[in-house]
Structures are given as C-alpha cells and as structure tokens.
C-alpha cells in the first residue's frame, strides 16, 4: 500500500507539471543567469513570465574586520562570523520590465551584521551587551530590470537595473539602515551552449552610528554553460571596500544546475574568496520554479 501511495503522488506530481506547461505557465528557471549572487535574472523572451526560487546559502570568514574602527575608539575582534541564510525570492516579468522581492531568515554566529543576500556582510566588533548568535528574518529586498535592446548579431542584451534593501531585519541581524544599487548588465550569446554576462554598478550604502561605511563601484563577469538539461559556469564578483581598513571585495562563484521536470532547476555552487574582504569560504544550493 505505502508504495503503491509512493507512486501515485509521483504520478500527479508528474500531471501537475505537465499541465503547467501545457498551460503556457512554465516558469523562467530556464532564464535563472546563473549564480545566487546575481539578484535578478536575465528577462525572459517571453512577453509573460514568473518564476519562485529558495535554497540554502553558508558563508564563513572574518570579511576583513580584525578590527572595527568606532567613531570614538579602535574595537579588535578576531572572531569570525559564519552565515547562513534561507532565502525565499519571487520574480515577475511583464514585457520589457521584471520585478523581484526576496526575503529571507538569517542565523548569524559571529559580529558580522548582514547587510542582505544581494550585498555581502558588514562586519564589526560586537559591543558589550550584543549576543554573537541570532536569528530570525532579515531585510527584504526589491529589484527591477528594464530590458533596453535585445540581443541581434551586433549588440549584446543590455539591461538596467536597480535594486533596494529594505531595513526590516530583526535587531542584531542587519545594520538598520537603507542600501540601494544600480547597474548595467549585459548578456552575450557567443556560441548556443555558452552566453558570456557581466555587470557594472553603483551601491549606495548607508551609514551606521558606530561605523563609517563608503558607497562604491560594483561589478560582475563570468560565464554561463547550457547543454540539454545540464548547465553550469562562474561568476566573478568584485565590490569597493565599504570601510576604512578592509580591502575590496573580490570572490569567485563556481556553480552547476540541473533542469528537470520542464520548470524545476536545482543550482548547487561555492563561494572562494580571493581578499581578506570576501569569506573564506562558502556553499549552498538553490531550487527554482
């Protein structure tokens, strides 16, 4: 009886998704370019399109904040923080135009105060009476893209975009201040396997009283691999360093996806640092709709 159940559910699991499709419905998972840290994903060609992704992302390593610089004083702390975050993101496209929300719930054991999935950790001394492990959900975070020109035989895709940070996280989980983001984004189709990407922008970071955070450029590059239901690539990420004393940011993000069952894909990808800014390390894995 139990595997007679068994089948039965993947059998209308399996009718589900077929009529989804048959529906027009499919979901944009297909045009997910490609890594967790690129926030909004290439516009579909479609004139209609949606799609919901979640997943798990761990981060480790001290960001470059041996020391936190307070208005007053010079804190040292040489505990790392270690990251891990459930994020839940929702995307709509209409036309030329998508729009995207996320939220997520974060567990934080260390100093470090996240600043959202989309900007990387702040990281700072912890003051006297702030407890090194909390959790609960973070800031929500909202995105747009409008789509310029598409791809022809000349010019790549090219598309703008911005993104803000909503202060909405618990206390202790995120600096309880607005970030904002702009930037440029281009896609390459170079061969029907392989489509080239990157990125340039601006953050706008805002200040906390212990701390003086600076806003700076933003920019991303890498390569996306597609062949039958399999794909994968990297993904450079580069940030100017948000305070004074820590290098800039720079890591790099490895990944693999499998597409199956038409709309679902499971992304599963690492996270090297290449500075003293970036964490020591990091992994995760991510299922879309």
């Known amino acids: 009886m139990a595997a007679l159940s068994s089948r039965t559910a993947r059998q209308r699991l399996v009718c589900c998704f077929a009529t989804i499709q048959l529906l027009g419905l499919t979901p944009a998972a297909a045009q997910l370019l490609p890594s967790h840290t690129l926030s909004i994903p290439r516009t579909s060609p479609s004139h209609f399109d949606w799609g919901l992704s979640t997943g798990l992302n761990v981060s480790a390593g ?12 010079v804190t040292c702390n040489t505990t790392g923080t270690t990251l891990i975050e459930l994020p839940m993101t929702v995307m709509l496209q209409a036309g030329r135009l998508r729009m995207e929300v996320t939220a997520s719930f974060i567990n934080i054991q260390g100093p470090g105060k996240i600043s959202d999935n989309y900007f990387f950790p702040v990281v700072m001394a912890p003051s006297a009476t702030e407890p090194k492990h909390r959790s609960g959900l973070g800031d929500f975070t909202i995105g747009g893209a409008w789509l310029l020109h598409r791809e022809d035989a000349f010019v790549p895709a090219i ?7 909503l ?6 989980l995120g600096t309880g201040k607005g970030d904002f983001g702009a930037q440029l984004n281009l896609y390459r189709t170079l061969t029907p396997w392989l489509t080239a990407y990157g990125s340039l922008g601006y953050l706008w970071i805002g200040d906390i009283n212990t701390v003086k955070l600076h806003s700076g450029a933003h920019a991303t ?20 360093s948000t305070w004074q004393g820590a290098p800039d940011y720079a890591s790099l993000n490895p990944y693999f996806t499998w597409h199956f069952l038409g709309g679902v894909g499971v992304t599963l990808y690492t996270t090297i640092g290449l500075t003293r800014a970036s964490p020591s390390h990091g992994f995760g894995v991510r299922l879309s709709l």
């Open 62 to 73: 001290n960001y470059g904040a041996k020391c936190a610089v307070n208005i007053k004083s």
């Open 167 to 172: 202060p909405t996280a618990s206390s202790g």
């Open 159 to 165: 598309e703008i975009g911005g993104i803000a940070k």
């Open 221 to 240: 590059g890498g390569v996306d691999v597609r062949i039958a239901s399999f794909g994968g690539g990297a993904m450079l990420d580069l940030q100017q």
